[in-house]
């Protein structure tokens, strides 16, 4: 209903354009360039919180898999947490923030309030202050990738990967 003009589904979120491939290459580079940019951000972030004498403290999501990862015969519930950090939350968060909310606020006439307001949103929806400015950046990227390829594939996998790439160092500690 946001949009001016009706859309199929496909077309909506870009999935009927064939290049497939490339999206999923693209959002593979992609999400592993984010993790990079995300670990910088989220330094500067934890150095410019603790100078102001603070701690930082991670996302409880993210401590409370490590609590569970830590504890024994936890592999149920370690593979639900994948499940949802790796297919689940990619796949939902892209269809809202990159494939609603971005394409309506724009079409009415405000790319940048799109880009920067749904960014922003995006950060805000993880409620968490030392991860804030590097999910700002994060979904910048996202944003682009979207624009770059007009498919919702790459920012899904790039997101994904995002996700797998942290579990993976959150499993590895």
Same mark, same amino acid.
């Given at each position: 209903? $946001?949009?001016?003009?009706?859309?199929?589904?496909?077309?909506?979120?870009?999935?009927?354009?064939?290049?497939?491939?490339?999206?999923?290459? /693209?959002?593979?580079?992609?999400?592993?360039? /984010? $993790?990079?940019? +995300?670990?910088?951000?989220? /330094?500067?972030?934890?150095?410019?919180?603790?100078?102001?004498?603070?701690?930082?403290?991670p996302q409880k999501l993210v401590t409370l898999i490590a609590e569970e990862a830590a504890k024994p015969d936890q592999t149920g519930v370690l593979v639900f947490f994948v499940v949802m950090a790796v297919a689940v939350a990619p796949? +939902?968060?892209?269809?809202?923030?990159?494939?609603?909310?971005?394409?309506?606020?724009?079409?009415?006439?405000?790319?940048?309030? !799109?880009?920067?307001? @749904?960014?922003? /949103?995006?950060?805000?929806?993880? $409620?968490?202050?030392?991860?804030?400015?590097?999910?700002? !950046?994060?979904?910048?990227?996202?944003? +682009?990738?979207?624009?770059? @390829?007009?498919?919702?594939?790459?920012?899904? @996998?790039?997101? +994904? $990967?995002?996700?797998?790439?942290?579990?993976?160092?959150?499993?590895?500690?």
């Amino acid at each position: 209903r $946001v949009y001016r003009q009706p859309l199929q589904l496909a077309d909506a979120f870009g999935l009927a354009q064939g290049n497939t491939g490339r999206c999923l290459l /693209l959002g593979l580079g992609t999400g592993l360039v /984010l $993790v990079f940019i +995300a670990m910088a951000f989220a /330094l500067v972030t934890s150095l410019l919180i603790q100078a102001f004498g603070d701690q930082a403290e991670p996302q409880k999501l993210v401590t409370l898999i490590a609590e569970e990862a830590a504890k024994p015969d936890q592999t149920g519930v370690l593979v639900f947490f994948v499940v949802m950090a790796v297919a689940v939350a990619p796949v +939902a968060e892209e269809i809202l923030f990159r494939g609603i909310l971005y394409p309506a606020i724009k079409q009415i006439g405000y790319p940048s309030v !799109a880009a920067i307001g @749904t960014a922003i /949103l995006f950060a805000l929806f993880h $409620v968490n202050l030392l991860t804030f400015a590097s999910l700002t !950046a994060v979904a910048l990227g996202l944003i +682009a990738l979207y624009e770059f @390829t007009d498919n919702l594939i790459a920012p899904i @996998t790039a997101h +994904a $990967v995002f996700n797998a790439s942290n579990l993976i160092m959150l499993f590895w500690q």
